[in-house]
């Protein structure tokens, strides 16, 4: 086998040939085991270490050493080069950790050196025994004196040293896990970010609870949702765009501190920022309000970033290294503005509560904004904002103080009439999370959920409707009461600089 360095691109001719080849290989491997029925490969093997704890322990070997310790390791090969007398191959770990297995006429014997010279490709995952030594260039190694196939590659691997374009990446990111460093450490990251919420939760006496995903009443956001039919039922389900109004009836029935880490789904769009499949985080705390579940985001988000830098051995601070090297400093205490200040300001004319629909639609007329469909105040303000004040949010910042009429859910301000107390966290321009002081009297949250309803009979399809057992439940007394949703992978974009395609593991792609 040749250095895959040199080798272009396989074509699908030389694929199909190179299958063919190994199929026939693999039933070599069958004939030769004594228990055919088993299949080609074994069940178990004799491994008595990982190549990353190898490398740990011995990774300061001086070049051409041996030390007396035998072990069996396993990995997949990814790359391979035969010099007659002497094979060497680099066998790679799941987590991109690598070792050199040497298989030697002198150590191995010729049969063994034969059979791996036959048999062995690119991608094989191969269990060997052997010394651990350092070669005269300082690699270190396991002389192999047995080896095994653990598990054949039918099909040859993608070229190690160049870089798979995104849509191979998305479409195969199990060939992008094998060949990229990168998307090895963004799982990582992102087990380690979830980690570090949970942990943050812990800390302050929140409990984690599961709700449900299929719903027979879609609410908690304006989303479109996804339909489906439950035959034990015999009636329509909706896949939940937020647990919320399941997490407000935890806190109804007496746990004052919840949080939930969960996929939610949404049949809108996707772009750079948006799946219509995501995991979202939502926490409800009662007797909090919105500056306090600020205060929470925030604690939650840095100590999320410490966690990865500490992960990719950096100290434990604030300033995250994005994927093009580029450094973004979450630390520090947030900006807080207020929405129709700062679009008044941007805009340079006076926008309030107040503003009626006809001035706001000249406003976005003048500025070259479109009107959202249906439009009412609320949602031509938060157009407006968007267009005049989002672009220059540098820093993370959260935008506070949002309209009445497209937040249902959330209590009016207790000072300034017309908005809500609800603020949007925004971080390298694009909305991290959102956060709540709660609506908890059900008279106002069902007057909410009847003009939502109305909307959604003008053909509104992101509308809320009239959730019974939800107001229901209100109705049995919901304590004073903060909270907070955020997009697990658009914090994953915060900390690593990727897209969102890149944070989800297997992102949905047409």
Known sequence: MSDPSAAPAASDDDVFEQKAVRLAKRERLIAEREDA?????????AITATIGELRARYGELEPDSATGVRVGVAGRVVFSRNTGKLCFATLQAGDGSRIQAM???????????????????LGDHVFVSGEVISSRRGELSVMVETWQMAAKAILPLPNMYSELNEES???????DLIVRDQARETVRARATVNASLRRTFAERDFIEVETPMLQVQHGGAAARPFVTHSNAFDTDLFLRIAPELFLKRAVVGGLDRVFEINRNFR???????????FAMLEAYQAYADYRGIADLTQRLVQNAAAAVNELQGRAGGHVVTWADGTEF??????????MYPSLAAA?????????????????????GVDEPPHATHGKLVEELWEHFVKRDLERPTFVMDFPVDTSPLVREHRSIP????KWDLYVRGFELATGYSELVDPVIQRERFTEQALLAARGDVEAMRIDEEFLRALEHGMPP????????????MAVTGLGIRETILFPLVK
Do not use: C, F
């Open 37 to 45: 029925a088993g299949g080609a490969y074994p069940v178990e093997l």
């Open 103 to 121: 298989v030697s006429l002198a150590v191995a014997g010729e049969q063994a050196l034969a059979r791996w010279k036959e048999i062995v490709d």
């Open 169 to 175: 990446r998305v479409r195969s990111r199990y060939l």
């Open 267 to 277: 049949n809108e769009g996707a772009d750079s920022t948006h799946s219509p499949e």
């Open 329 to 338: 400093d979450l630390g520090g205490e947030w900006d807080r503005v207020s």
């Open 347 to 367: 805009a340079g004319r006076e926008v309030t509560p107040e503003t009626p629909l006809d001035e706001l639609q000249a406003l976005a007329a003048d500025a």
């Open 418 to 421: 017309g908005v809500v107390e």
């Open 481 to 492: 009461s903060g909270g907070m949703g955020m997009g697990i992978d658009r914090l994953l």
